[in-house]
């Protein structure tokens, strides 16, 4: 039996959390199961701890709007067209959700680099981890939603120096240009508060974890 790991900490397991949560969101729309679950008493308590960050509120309050207001099918729809703009179509009206056409310069917005180093990279660093992309998850490896499920992974693996390190590569690095892109051609509100909210969540776990 493997022993628990002496970053299993509270803390650390709170993160991961956060970053599962952030993960899932940017993975694929939110379906009807999906949105039962993040509309339960546990989940709006979460978002209510997150919301006790004064710099996170804002933008965990307008995803608990636009989730209390999704009671049917064509809000659903609406919210799956926004998602689908956004991530899965490329063009000037897409935020490409992918980490190396924001840090290396070769993909343009409509021809995005895709697959390319920072894809190789993190293939290479789940490999090594034991992990992998699931197969029903047709996305490069330095897709958003792949990045912060391997920091949540790595919450409670590795030491802090290590985790800010990685963070502040893989992710702190390009969010900002990221949620900015999605604010300016998000068409509703939700996508655009989970992006920033992700930006501002990611730079405040980077200037905790180097105390």
Same mark, same amino acid.
Not at 135 to 146: K, L, N, T, Y
Not at 182 to 192: A, K, L, M, T
């Given at each position: 039996?493997?022993?628990?790991?002496?970053?299993?900490?509270?803390?650390?397991?709170?993160?991961?959390?956060?970053?599962?949560?952030?993960?899932?969101?940017?993975?694929?729309?939110?379906?009807?199961?999906?949105?039962?679950?993040?509309?339960? !008493?546990? !989940?709006? !308590?979460?978002?209510?701890?997150?919301?006790?960050?004064?710099?996170?509120?804002?933008?965990?309050?307008?995803?608990?709007?636009?989730? !209390?207001?999704?009671?049917?099918?064509?809000?659903?729809?609406?919210?799956?067209?926004?998602?689908?703009?956004?991530?899965?179509?490329?063009?000037?009206?897409?935020?490409?959700?992918?980490?190396?056409?924001?840090?290396?310069?070769?993909?343009?917005?409509?021809?995005?680099?895709?697959?390319?180093?920072?894809?190789?990279?993190?293939?290479?660093?789940?490999?090594?981890?034991?992990?992998?992309?699931?197969?029903?998850?047709?996305?490069?490896?330095?897709?958003?939603?792949?990045?912060?499920?391997?920091?949540?992974?790595?919450?409670?693996?590795?030491?802090?120096?290590?985790?800010?390190?990685?963070?502040?590569?893989?992710?702190?690095?390009?969010?900002?240009?990221?949620?900015?892109?999605?604010?300016?051609?998000?068409?509703?509100?939700?996508?655009?508060?989970?992006?920033?909210?992700?930006?501002?969540?990611?730079?405040?776990?980077?200037?905790?974890?180097?105390?």
């Amino acid at each position: 039996m493997n022993k628990p790991s002496i970053y299993q900490t509270p803390a650390n397991q709170a993160r991961a959390r956060v970053y599962r949560l952030l993960s899932d969101l940017f993975a694929k729309e939110i379906d009807h199961q999906r949105l039962q679950s993040l509309q339960s !008493a546990d !989940a709006q !308590a979460f978002f209510d701890l997150l919301a006790g960050e004064s710099r996170l509120a804002p933008e965990v309050n307008t995803i608990q709007e636009v989730l !209390a207001g999704l009671g049917d099918e064509p809000s659903l729809l609406n919210l799956a067209a926004d998602y689908c703009g956004l991530f899965l179509v490329g063009g000037k009206q897409s935020a490409n959700p992918y980490a190396g056409l924001y840090l290396t310069p070769d993909g343009d917005e409509e021809q995005p680099l895709l697959f390319g180093s920072q894809h190789q990279e993190m293939l290479a660093l789940l490999k090594q981890s034991k992990l992998g992309v699931q197969s029903d998850f047709p996305e490069p490896a330095d897709h958003i939603s792949v990045i912060l499920a391997y920091v949540a992974q790595q919450a409670s693996s590795l030491d802090d120096k290590a985790q800010q390190r990685f963070i502040a590569k893989y992710l702190d690095a390009w969010l900002t240009e990221f949620a900015k892109r999605v604010s300016d051609r998000d068409p509703g509100r939700f996508y655009q508060a989970l992006a920033r909210l992700t930006q501002i969540w990611v730079s405040l776990d980077c200037e905790a974890l180097r105390q």
